[in-house]
């Protein structure tokens, strides 16, 4: 009995293990964000177009809106630009971008070039609330509800079809859920 | 005479050199608890921030330089996953070792530093992750497999201890 018994169920948990492992879609880079559920931290920089004004997420509260970390030297931001823009242009949520260890320049050239898919960018030049927030690769892009509590966070490209189906579902329920 | 099953020897196999090997990765890392030291609060820590760092950005102050080391040896840098923030040259690992030079200057302590940065990334930044219920399986496993191999090297044993020897006569028929 044994004898069967043990070599199947080693090969049982072998084949769960791997079904997880090696999963091909699974992106092995991405790590679960440990705010998810916690309040969003604050932060006041300095307005990317205008250095004069400062950006904070405390003007944003009672509103869900979406944090998008983003850098031109990031190319993958250069790819999902387009994606962002297109959901602005849906005006469902205020998307604010973080512009993480950048070139102010730089920055401002990209979006006058490309287009500005964001409410207000702050400028986070030497990374100091990117730590804050757990930023560790760019794009990112964050979900906050209207109690200012982070629901979601996306590590890779924005796409309209990551928004659809992981962005907008959420946004319903947190605008139901009374905020 | 029976032949023991060969999955047997090979399980037998696998389990005795694969656990040595993850007991002894288990052991060499430091417990963070030892490597903890707490230290006096409220240093003068804006008077120490001005001459801090020496101009081989080596914290002037010896002891804080080695719970440097020692703390940016224990954590992941997040961007190349599998290196240290001490060793890494990824800007995100630059960031972090100032944002532990400035916590250190400020006099926080070990504990302060690490939970500063579990907060923000999770458990996964640290390679040396605290004995906790959740992290009872990745430290007991090793203890695990190596009683898993002890109890298959009894059954062995025991079972061809009760083979008869070849040049005694045996009562069974074969």
């Known amino acids: ?179 | 005479m029976s032949r023991r099953p060969s999955w047997r020897r090979a399980a037998l196999w696998l389990v005795l050199l694969t656990a040595p090997g993850a007991w002894v990765n288990a052991a060499e890392a430091p417990t963070v608890a030892a490597a903890a030291p707490t230290v006096p609060g409220s240093a003068p820590a804006a008077a120490a921030a001005a001459t801090a760092v020496d101009a081989n950005g080596q914290l002037e102050d010896r002891a804080l330089q080695a719970r440097f080391e020692d703390i940016t040896k224990q954590l992941r840098c997040l961007v190349c996953q599998n290196e240290s923030i001490a060793d890494s040259n990824a800007e995100l690992a630059g960031d972090l070792r100032r944002q532990v030079t400035e916590m250190l200057v400020a006099g926080k302590s070990d504990d302060a530093i690490f939970h500063y940065m579990t907060d923000r990334y999770g458990e996964f930044v640290r390679f040396n992750p605290p004995l906790e219920p959740k992290t009872l399986l990745i430290w007991g496993a090793p203890f695990f497999m190596l009683l898993l191999g002890a109890f298959i090297v009894f059954r062995i044993a025991r079972q061809r201890s009760r083979m008869p020897l070849d040049d005694e006569p045996s009562t069974e028929s074969r």
């Open chain 1, 1 to 179: 009995m044994w004898k069967f018994l043990l070599p199947f169920a080693a090969f049982v948990a072998l084949a769960v293990l791997f079904a997880f492992g090696l999963n091909p879609s699974r992106d092995i880079h991405a790590l679960p964000s440990p705010l998810i559920g916690k309040p969003a931290p604050e932060f006041a920089l300095t307005d990317l177009l205008d250095p004069e004004h400062s950006v904070s997420n405390k003007a944003l509260d009672g509103q869900v809106y979406v944090l998008n970390v983003w850098a031109t030297w990031c190319v993958p931001c250069r790819e999902e630009h387009e994606a962002l823009l297109a959901i602005s242009q849906q005006h469902v949520v205020p998307i604010i971008g973080l512009n993480w260890k950048d070139q102010r320049e730089r920055a401002q050239q990209w979006l006058q070039q490309l287009g500005n898919p964001y409410q207000s960018v702050a400028f986070d030049g030497d990374g100091r609330v990117a730590i804050d927030w757990g930023v560790y690769g760019a794009p990112e892009t964050y979900l906050v509800d209207g109690h200012g509590r982070v629901i979601y966070k996306f590590i890779s490209p924005m796409t309209q079809q990551v928004w659809d189906s992981e962005f907008m579902p959420r946004i319903e329920a947190a605008r139901r859920g009374g905020a």
